[in-house]
């Protein structure tokens, strides 16, 4: 059942509400689906007024980018090694660490999609 629903929404992206309320500077963990039933986790970030999303598993996989103000206000962080990454291309900017999966997102109305 799972496949068939992957299948037949692949491509499509997650509609997210209200995201126009995230300040500049700061990001907000939300769910896409189920993650026990292969959703995601993601975080958006607000950059210089435009909306990012990584996901929130931190490459290094044994800790999750948190939410809340952005380091710097410019940067996605990961507590656990104190890693740092550009929520525009997922760069690694501080820490031995792989970059950040990235999804394409885009704003409209207040509220915004992403292909996750």
């Known amino acids: 059942m799972i496949d068939f629903l992957r299948t037949l929404f692949r491509g499509r992206p997650a509609l997210i509400k209200g995201t126009s309320k995230l300040a500049e500077g700061y990001s907000k963990k939300v769910d896409l689906g189920d993650p026990l039933a292969g959703g995601k986790q993601v975080v958006l970030c607000r950059v210089r007024g435009k909306l990012y999303a990584l996901d929130a598993v931190c490459p290094h996989a044994a800790g999750r980018i948190t939410d809340g103000p952005l380091f710097d ?44």
């Open 73 to 116: 206000g410019k940067h996605a962080l990961c507590p656990l090694h104190n890693y740092l990454f550009e929520p525009e291309t997922g760069r690694a900017v501080r820490g031995a660490c792989a970059n950040a999966k990235t999804y394409k997102v885009r704003e409209r109305d207040g509220d915004c999609e992403v292909w996750a």
